[in-house]
């Protein structure tokens, strides 16, 4: 398994190799864009190789399903180029959210949980990787609290139906802790999605979840170490998956936060005989 993380301030593939390293990380978010010119990119693969760092995924962060057709048809460009650019710099997957149907473009949304949409995310996916062809990467979607895949199993429908070699699985155990019943039995959570879709995942987000007091269900982000996530069970599960499966810190403020963060999970890692 590898650790991996944001970083910032570099300028070319030598700075950002370094900046890697000063973090301790292996695994990497991609560092261009779609927009970059293809030697730029090789430049960044190669140094990527040279340093044994793996790039986890590239972003594709849209909705594809939105009311808006203008939006609609932007969304699933910028998906297929997206994925061309996961495929050219060799990243273990492009990632995105299926998309919600209503105007936040991460719902949640009272038809995103629908067998219609069920259709329109298999349809939609089918497009994209269609369109692309990739030869060395996966497309994949996160899972997520309230929309499609929000289960293990909804995510196997998905690739049954799906019907595609190169549609693969992210994992957020995070998103999917959506009720008490998953935030108390996070374990056996995580041990039923590796169970099932263990050998397709791609890259997998390390983030933590909190439940407050309040009334109704009030469940929040947090940084590693300061939740209720089962980090034992979770670093455990992936170590028998392939040892290049990155685990990605996400959504921290600052560099120390994301030191912090890092410093929990290596330190876990080391009380349960996990080698990042």
């Known amino acids: 398994m ?17 900046a890697l ?36 995924e590239v972003g594709a962060w849209s909705s594809p399903l939105g009311p808006d057709e203008n939006e609609r048809r932007s969304a699933l460009k910028k998906c297929k180029e997206q994925l061309a650019l996961a ?28 067998h219609e949409t069920f259709d329109m995310i298999v349809e939609t996916v089918r497009e994209i990787i269609d369109s692309v062809s990739p030869k060395r990467t996966y497309y994949t979607l996160e899972t997520m609290q309230w929309m499609y ?15 595609r070699k190169r549609f693969a699985v992210h994992f957020d155990p995070v998103n999917l802790v959506n009720s008490p019943q998953r935030y108390f039995g996070n374990a056996d959570l995580i041990r039923e999605f ?11 987000h390390g983030k933590d979840v909190i439940l407050s007091e309040m009334a109704l269900v009030h469940l929040s982000e947090v940084r590693p170490g300061l939740g209720r996530l089962d980090y034992r069970t979770l670093l455990r599960e992936l170590d028998r998956l392939d040892p290049d499966t990155p685990l990605m810190l996400e959504h921290l ?20 005989g996990v080698k990042l």
């Open 87 to 114: 495929d050219a710099i060799g990243a273990r997957c492009c990632v995105n959210i299926s998309g919600s149907r209503g105007k936040n473009w991460a719902g949640p949304d009272p038809l995103d949980l629908t």
């Open 21 to 56: 390293q000063r973090h301790g990380y292996t695994a990497a978010y991609c560092p261009v864009t779609s927009q970059d010119d293809p030697a730029t990119i090789q430049a960044y693969r190669e140094a990527a190789d040279e340093a044994d760092v793996v790039i986890a």
């Open 194 to 204: 590796i169970s099932k879709l263990g050998p397709f995942i791609r890259s997998c």
């Open 149 to 163: 895949p929000d289960s293990a199993d909804s995510y196997l429908e998905l690739m049954r139906a799906i019907d």
């Open 2 to 18: 590898r650790l991996g993380g944001p970083v910032s301030g570099y300028s070319d593939p030598k700075t950002w190799i370094s």
């Open 253 to 272: 403020q600052t560099d120390e936060e994301y030191a912090l963060a890092a410093k929990y999970v290596r330190g876990i890692a080391k009380e349960v």
